[in-house]
């Protein structure tokens, strides 16, 4: 199967008032998906998995620009295309799910509104009004036409969230991307909107990218998984293998860190120290830092990617 998406050798910065240190956020970025299946990006906040997320369909502001690498979709070049072809890219390929859907929204018009607006901009049904209905009964929303006639401070954070992933399939696009589509709910709506993720996945066979640091969604969706750190894979590999024998240390102590029910500790394990600022990156490994098995090496050379099994990435001086 050809890939939906390839993302090879990454790189975006962003400008700074000294023009010879730019923000490294995203430095050498590669990964895939294909057609019906989930990839998920796990890291800190600060790891640059948003920026990854939004240079896709070329949605960075004017501060940020592309240093290297290409980012090919359904085989065209992305970093080609004029700005009418964007238009097209944006929305109607390649839709986004943004966390915080209360900021999302415009509070001053009506959910029925905004989704028809989508359809509207993206799609060619010949009533927009009515598909926006037909899209919020297809993501669970009940008494859909009445509704359609709410605001968004009217809607629970579960409820809005649905109406953001209606706006998003407006135009049945090829590659959804999901950046932590379930922060601020609770457990219950949580796995509701992941069933329903996976049911329209299936339903419209879209590639979905999951951006979060929630270890549980990725368990339960992705087929694969890249765990990022100051702007680079550090490891990747299918998420099984990754989640039960993780080798690099920065993966091993975001798994340390996610709470065990089942197991009684007295107290929780973190990571020691922050990720580093991506515009004054420590010399050689980024990780070095805060890696309680950093060596002398470590310090001074950038370890590079280095196969480590089937499907496997690490990038790590001593991850045998």
Request: hydrophobic share 40%.
């Amino acid at each position: 199967m050809s890939d939906l998406l390839k993302v090879s050798g990454l790189k975006v910065f962003f400008r700074t008032a000294d023009a010879a240190r730019p923000v490294k956020a995203v430095d050498g970025v590669s990964f895939s998906i294909r057609a019906g299946e989930t990839t998920a990006v796990v890291g800190e906040s600060g790891s640059g998995k948003s920026v990854t997320a939004l240079s896709l369909a070329r949605l960075l502001p004017g501060s940020a620009y592309y240093a290297g690498g290409s980012i090919l979709f359904e085989g065209e070049d992305v970093l080609a295309l004029d700005d009418r072809r964007l238009r097209k890219l944006r929305g109607g390929r390649i839709a986004y799910i943004f966390q915080e859907p209360s900021t999302s929204l415009n509070p001053v018009f009506t959910v029925g509104w905004q989704i028809a607006e989508a359809v509207r901009a993206h799609a060619s049904a010949a009533d927009p009004d009515r598909e926006a209905v037909r899209l919020m009964r297809l993501v669970g929303l009940p008494d859909p036409e009445r509704r359609c006639r709410s605001y968004p401070h009217e809607m629970s954070g579960g409820m809005q969230q649905r109406v953001m992933i209606a706006m998003a399939l407006a135009c049945k696009p090829r590659l959804l991307v999901a950046d932590e589509p379930t922060t601020a709910l609770d457990v219950t709506i949580q796995a509701q909107i992941l069933e329903l993720l996976a049911d329209l996945q299936k339903q419209l066979g879209m590639g979905i990218l999951l951006i979060t640091h929630n270890f549980g969604l990725v368990a339960r969706m992705a087929r694969d998984i890249h765990v990022m750190y100051a702007g680079r894979m550090v490891e990747s590999g299918p998420t099984r293998d990754v989640l039960t024998e993780p080798r690099h240390p920065y993966t091993r102590a975001l798994l340390r860190a996610v709470p065990r029910l089942r197991v009684p500790v007295r107290e929780l394990t973190e990571v020691h120290g922050s990720i580093p600022s991506l515009a004054d990156l420590p010399p050689g490994c980024s990780f070095h830092p805060r890696c309680p098995k950093a060596a002398d090496r470590c310090r001074v050379e950038t370890p590079v990617e280095e196969e480590a099994g089937t499907e496997r990435i690490v990038r790590c001086h001593f991850w045998k």
